[in-house]
């Protein structure tokens, strides 16, 4: 569907005389006349009236009307007409010289031909056919304007690619990828070298693609440990294309130290999805790495792996997150070295919160519940995770609960659990109490039918 919406309204009924084959071969004409080209994406429906005769159908094209209307967000903008013009000419540049992309230069040349002289409406006539779909444009990145959004695919799919040696540039040596999929980390020859992959994307593009994707979560600059305090790294990196450095959680706490005396280890915070794809969990890994300073010394490997990273929570340096992908969930632990006690598991939540409505606001709604686990058990496996919602049925009247995920099984007290985490899901999170509300309300009128 393309917009702006076309209706077509065919008048005259009553002088037809066979009205139903007259309708039919109209249909068909216009698909044989119109119907391969892209432009009939814009035809809605078609709608075959008498002025002189009316019998219901004008009412029924009135609705037709207020449909489409409603399902466009943009039915309230006043636009100008002069901006027909400049649309016009980015649909030639588009779907007849198959153009992919233009530069800031040249579209200000065209702005300026088709009458959208002042830099400020061009922006608006710009972000306009952004929100409509027919161009890719950031305001805040303006060098290009891309036409062709599977060009933009194309150049993404250069870096997002698989582990096929046959379809990699035979300029990317078995070492070189070897070091991309264990530390994520791109240089720029390899850069250069993965876009060469599709053959699409002219040199002085690249850093403007670069930018895109970072935009698109895709690639990140993280923030480390520099020689002066921290400094935001050099090099990008794509967490999504680590594949060969998975390392487990307990190797982790010894490398980073953990397992000694005086040490804060949280118990697991874990959010249950319905659904959640790697690639989503990886906007919220990304999202955590452009905000925190990530962990690992100077000129070190950052910690950075499949599926998980670990980040410094303060600038003193003597809290540290975990975050780990597993099926369908996120979890969360906290390593404390200091023993000040503040608001830092409430200030957690927040954060991780706050990541998954910005995730929310770029791809839509997304379902979970929430969850916990004791802090040396296994935050991957189901069994004897404690459920917020139904905590209270978890343990019993001395507050301990029973978890096997131990060599022997253990009995462990409920209150770090409650202290740490589960007492602050409330007051961070209100629609996922309106939600269990709303479920609720909803098991009673059920019961009510
Ligand atoms: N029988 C019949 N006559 C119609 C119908 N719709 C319009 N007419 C007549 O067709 C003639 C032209 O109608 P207009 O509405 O002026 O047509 P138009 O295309 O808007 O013409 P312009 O105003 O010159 O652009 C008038 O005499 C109308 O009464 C219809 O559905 N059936
Ligand atoms: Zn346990
Ligand atoms: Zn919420």
């Given at each position: ?9 065919c ?5 037809c005389?066979?009205l ?27 709608h075959?009236?008498?002025?002189t005769h009316?019998?219901g ?8 009307i207020?449909k ?15 901006w027909?013009?400049?649309e016009n ?9 198959k ?7 040249n ?9 959208i002289?002042r ?6 006539f710009?972000?306009?056919q952004h ?10 990145i303006?060098e290009y304007i891309?036409?062709?959004?599977n060009?933009?695919?194309k ?10 040696p ?8 078995s070492?070189e990828?070897?070091?991309l999929?264990?530390t994520?980390r ?5 850069i250069?070298?993965?876009?060469q ?6 040199k002085?593009q690249?850093?403007y693609v670069?930018s895109?994707?970072?935009k ?27 594949r060969?450095?998975?390392i487990?959680?307990?190797d ?17 915070f ?7 794809p ?12 452009k ?5 690992g ?9 499949e ?8 600038e003193?340096?003597s809290?540290?997150?975990?975050i780990?992908?597993s ?22 939540l927040?954060k991780?919160h ?13 379902s979970y ?10 935050y ?10 139904e905590?209270?049925k ?7 609960y029973?978890?096997?995920d131990?060599?022997?099984a ?19 999170c209100?629609?996922?109490w309106l939600?269990t ?13």
């Open positions: 569907m393309l917009n702006p919406p076309v209706i077509m309204v008048t005259h009924t009553d002088q005389e066979k139903d084959e007259r309708i039919s071969e109209y249909a068909k004409q216009f698909d044989c006349i119109i119907g391969q080209n892209t432009k009939a994406n814009h035809k809605r429906n078609i075959y009236i008498s002025n009316e019998n159908e004008i009412d029924e094209l009135k609705k037709t207020s489409i209307a409603e399902d466009m967000s943009y039915f309230q903008v006043e636009l100008p007409t002069h027909i013009q400049l000419a980015l649909d030639f540049l588009t779907n007849d010289l153009k992919n992309i233009l530069s800031w230069t579209i200000l040349e065209l702005g300026n031909k088709m009458l002289k830099e400020g409406e061009l922006l608006e710009l972000n306009y929100n409509i779909g027919n161009i890719i444009f950031f305001n805040d303006r891309i036409l062709q959004p060009w933009l695919v150049c993404f799919r250069c870096l997002v690619c698989d582990d096929d046959k379809k990699r540039n035979p300029k990317i040596s070492t990828w070897k070091a999929t264990e994520g791109l240089s720029d020859t390899i250069d070298d993965l876009f992959n599709e053959n699409v994307l002219e002085k690249k850093t670069l895109v994707m970072e698109f979560d895709i690639i990140v600059k993280p923030q480390c440990v520099g020689t002066k305090g921290d400094e935001i790294s050099k090099f990008y990196y794509i967490p999504c294309m680590i060969n450095r998975s487990s959680v307990d982790l706490k010894k490398e980073f130290e953990v397992d000694k005396e005086g040490i804060t280890i949280s118990p697991w874990i959010l249950e999805f319905t659904f959640l790697f690639a989503y969990f990886n906007h919220i890994l990304v999202s955590y790495i905000e925190y300073t990530v962990c010394k100077e000129n070190e490997e950052k910690a950075i792996y599926g998980k990273a670990v980040i410094f929570l303060d003193r340096k809290r540290k997150l975990i780990c992908y099926k369908n969930a996120i979890s969360l632990q906290v390593w404390k070295w200091d023993q000040v006690s503040d608001d830092l598991y409430q200030n957690v927040e991780l706050s990541k998954i409505e910005e995730l929310e606001n770029k791809l839509g709604p997304t519940t929430v969850a916990a686990k004791c802090n040396d058990g296994n991957f496996k189901k069994e004897y995770r404690i459920s917020f919602e905590r209270n978890s343990y019993f009247e001395d507050r301990t029973f978890c096997e131990h060599v022997n253990k009995f462990h007290n409920i209150n770090d659990i409650e202290n740490m985490w589960f007492r602050h899901v409330d007051t961070v209100t629609h996922y939600k509300i709303k479920k609720h309300i909803s098991y009673i009128t059920d019961a009510g039918d």
